[in-house]
């Protein structure tokens, strides 16, 4: 005899929402550390992480089916920091042209490298961030990263590598730090000769 529809679909949601709930546990704190490196802002972190993890519990048997949940759950977490980023610059181009100004919010002093590394690494575009922080704070692989942003091996090869090169440049704080711009790296005649 077959069990009622409704018994079923019972029975299977509870076995999604424990998956989730163990999903939810084992990777909350790595996703909002995530967005916090690619938001350097705690609140905004914070609902980016519960956003994306909203989002994943919709669409939850697509989220499972990937090889790589958490990659997927990644993938969600950049774009819509992404998404956030483009918003913030949209709207502070609102305020310019109407001349209101918005003062930035500081938080308590940190250790003077820790500071640097951040505001530097916020300088950053997103999508050179996005890899920077994958590859090298979280010590994915290239294709690892590739899969969780979604984009070729060998984009993520020249988005770390200048992301890498722009980054080290922002925080010697040298000339150089001042030809980094629109996310290319320009050399000096003077520095492509040595």
Same mark, same amino acid.
């Given at each position: 005899m077959r069990e009622p529809k409704g018994a079923a679909e019972a029975a299977r949601s509870a076995g999604d929402r424990a998956a989730f709930d163990a999903f939810f546990s084992d990777h909350y704190r790595e996703l909002a550390r995530?967005?916090?490196l690619l938001?350097?802002?705690?609140?905004?972190?914070?609902?980016?992480?519960?956003?994306a993890l909203?989002?994943?519990?919709?669409?939850?048997s697509r989220v499972t089916a990937t090889d790589l949940?958490?990659?997927?759950?990644?993938r969600i977490v950049a774009n819509l920091a992404a998404d956030r980023t483009a918003t913030l610059v949209r709207e502070r181009r609102s305020w310019r042209l109407w001349g209101i100004g918005r003062?930035?919010?500081t938080e308590p002093p940190d250790a003077a490298g820790v500071v640097d590394l951040r +505001?530097? !690494?916020?300088? $950053?575009?997103? @999508?050179? #961030?996005?890899c920077v922080v994958l590859r090298y704070y979280y010590g994915l692989s290239e294709r690892e990263?590739?899969?969780?942003?979604?984009?070729?091996v060998g984009t993520v090869k020249s988005q770390s590598s200048?992301?890498? +090169?722009? !980054?080290?440049? $922002?925080?010697? @704080?040298? #000339?150089?730090?001042?030809?980094?711009?629109?996310?290319r790296t320009r050399r000096s005649a003077k520095g492509a000769t040595q």
């Open positions: 995530f967005a916090y938001t350097g802002e705690h609140d905004a972190a914070d609902d980016i992480t519960a956003e909203a989002e994943a519990w919709r669409h939850w949940p958490l990659a997927y759950v990644r003062e930035d919010r +505001e530097a !690494l916020l300088r $950053l575009p997103a @999508g050179k #961030r996005a990263t590739a899969s969780t942003l979604g984009i070729a200048r992301g890498l +090169e722009e !980054l080290a440049a $922002l925080l010697r @704080g040298s #000339r150089s730090a001042a030809t980094v711009t629109r996310g």
